[in-house]
Structures are given as structure tokens and as C-alpha cells.
């Protein structure tokens, strides 16, 4: 059974930054992609970053240049570095790995004051 645990979201000011850790259990975690969602309030969940097996990276436009997404497959961890945070990014954040379908761990309040 996959297990996703989120960790490192919290309430800051705009320009500054937060970490997030996703560990994850129950899956031969180095073989697979991972990414990091968010939903806003009244949102739709959308795509923020995806690390591949091979630690390729990709962004959504509106993050590319801030956060920066990484692995450590000795750890099972991914974490989702985000620096110049805005006050639209605060959301829900959530790990996903689809492996028999989309696996999401419980999610991670990230909020960016003004």
C-alpha cells in the first residue's frame, strides 16, 4: 500500500521561503516519477513540479525560477524547495505518484502573507 506523508508547510511573508518533504513508503520509490500539486480554495488541483527517475525536472510556468523540486531516493523523500513565495501560492499542497492509479498523501497548508 503507498503511503505519502507531507511535511513543511506554515504560514509565511511574501519573498519568503519554505521546504517541503514528501515521504514515501510502499512503493520501489528511486524507479518512479514524482510531483507536487496544489489546490487553491475554490481551485482546481493543478501540476506545480515532477522529478523524474532520473531527476529530470519540469515546472508550471508560474512557479519556473522559484521553487525547485528534488529526491532523495536513499531517504524516499522528494521535497519541493520554494523561494520569492507570493501570496498566490497559498494552497493545499500535496505529493502524488501514480502507481496503480494517482496516490496523494494527506496535503500540507502553505500560506503566504501580504
Known amino acids: 500500500q503507498v503511503q505519502l506523508v507531507e511535511s513543511g508547510g506554515g504560514l509565511v511573508q511574501s519573498g519568503g521561503s519554505l521546504r517541503l518533504s514528501c515521504a514515501a513508503s510502499?512503493?520501489?520509490?528511486?524507479?518512479?516519477?514524482m510531483s507536487w500539486y496544489r489546490q487553491a480554495p475554490g481551485k482546481r488541483r493543478e501540476l506545480v513540479a515532477t522529478i523524474t527517475s532520473s531527476s529530470s525536472t519540469n515546472y508550471a510556468d508560474s512557479v519556473k525560477g522559484r521553487f525547485t523540486i528534488s529526491r532523495d531516493n536513499a531517504k524516499n523523500t522528494v521535497y519541493l524547495q520554494m523561494n520569492s513565495l507570493k501570496p498566490e501560492d497559498t494552497a493545499v499542497y500535496y505529493c502524488n505518484v501514480r502507481r496503480n492509479g494517482d496516490n496523494w498523501g494527506q496535503g500540507t497548508q502553505v500560506t503566504v502573507s501580504s
Open positions: 510502499g512503493i520501489i520509490f528511486g524507479i518512479y516519477p
